[in-house]
């Protein structure tokens, strides 16, 4: 059982009388949903619906714990104290030791982002009984299951929560309350305006984060995260199934690619049969 310390990860615990209302009112996820045992995918977005923070959020004693870039906490710490006004809660840093641990069950929180596979989260204490292996090992790993975390792999205020699939692993509720910037996101998913998506991406050989992703002379997007010659990238759906219905090479910096939609997501190419996965 592998697992690895997560030296860039850091926590905040949003804790009192207050907590979960508070939370509830601001973020993209649907605390109703979150049980004891997990750790699911959460972001606080601008008035314009953009990802400011995204984080994972788990229960604890009178509270919330909240798993953020470590670069992020002070800001996030400061953003929702400026919502606080006259709320029951403490936000205050928690400096235990973030670990990720992968391929067999525990007694640590399930890591809800990868679905399918056996990934949970372990704050404070290494898991026991189990081999360390670098904070590389658990990188490659989420960057090959397609998922994107602000900071590592992409700058705030540029994101929507479609384009990062936050919409499709349960980190965005259209069902509950008003949170900051649903308007916008909501508007998105009724009217179907999702142009941007994250793709997996494959190649024969090494790929570099930052690589223009093309077919021909037509940009399509950006390769936002790579390990090898794997990696994922943000790219317009509609300009990729016009180049693949073309036949035209996708490449980014000119190296050759395969694009697959996440197995776990459930969106497809405007002009591919509903619930096909394969790009290229």
Request: proline share 5%.
């Amino acid at each position: 059982m592998p697992y690895a310390r997560l030296p860039a990860r850091a926590l905040l615990r949003v804790t009192g009388a207050d907590a979960e209302t508070f939370l509830q009112t601001l973020v993209t996820a649907d605390l109703d949903r979150l049980q004891q045992g997990e750790a699911r995918p959460a972001a606080l977005l601008s008035p314009q619906g953009k990802i400011l923070f995204d984080f994972l959020l788990s229960r604890c004693e009178d509270g919330f714990r909240v798993d953020v870039a470590r670069e992020a906490r002070a800001d996030l710490q400061k953003r929702l104290t400026l919502y606080k006004l006259r709320a029951k809660v403490t936000i205050a840093p928690d400096e235990e030791a973030v670990f990720a641990v992968w391929d067999e069950d525990g007694p640590w929180l399930a890591d809800r982002r990868f679905v399918g596979e056996r990934v949970g989260r372990q704050y404070g204490d290494a898991p026991a009984g189990g081999e360390e292996a670098g904070a590389e090992a658990f990188e490659a790993r989420r960057v090959r299951a397609g998922i994107a975390e602000a900071v590592s792999d992409f700058p705030p205020a540029e994101m929507f929560p479609h384009d990062v699939l936050l919409d499709q692993n349960g980190g965005v509720s259209f069902r509950k309350g008003c949170f900051v910037g649903q308007e916008v996101v909501s508007r998105m998913q009724h009217r179907g305006t999702a142009r941007r998506r994250l793709v997996l991406v494959s190649a024969e050989r090494h790929l570099t984060p930052g690589a223009v992703v093309s077919a021909g002379a037509r940009t399509l997007g950006t390769l936002l995260a790579a390990t090898g010659a794997d990696g994922f990238a943000l790219v317009r759906i509609d300009r990729l199934a016009e180049a693949l219905s073309a036949g035209e090479t996708i490449a980014a910096d000119g190296v050759p690619l395969t694009a697959t939609i996440p197995p776990w997501a459930g969106y497809a190419l405007p002009t591919e049969a509903e619930g096909s996965d394969a790009l290229a």
